[in-house]
């Protein structure tokens, strides 16, 4: 009911397929991907809307499972060797590390 006594008619929204983290990746790796709507928990829905499409879609996933990972404490990085040098990091992966590292 709104302020002034009328009703507002209430929609009901249709249900979308979504898919689980894993199987997506699974998907997006064997290239039946498509039309995609990934469930990544908490209400959060990723889907290739992005320029870069289904190949951004797979890359933004990866990163998920892998901060999901790393926030689990269940990480292995020690494979992963710094690079000589300066580390070219894009920006705004740049700021997701700052931030994590605030919070930290």
């Known amino acids: 009911m709104m302020a002034d006594g009328s009703q507002v008619q209430a929609r009901t929204l249709r249900a979308e397929a979504t898919t689980g983290l894993e199987e997506a ?23 290739a809307d992005s320029p870069r499409g289904n190949e951004g879609l797979l890359q933004r996933l990866r990163g998920h499972r892998m901060l999901l990972a790393l926030a689990a404490g269940g990480a292995d990085l020690s494979r992963f060797k710094a ?15 700052d931030a994590a590292a605030r919070k930290a």
């Open 25 to 47: 990746i699974r998907k997006l790796e064997a290239g039946s991907g498509e039309g995609l709507a990934v469930d990544l928990g908490n209400g959060r829905i990723a889907r």
């Open 83 to 97: 690079a000589p040098g300066e580390v070219q990091v894009a920006l705004a992966v740049r700021e997701i590390l």
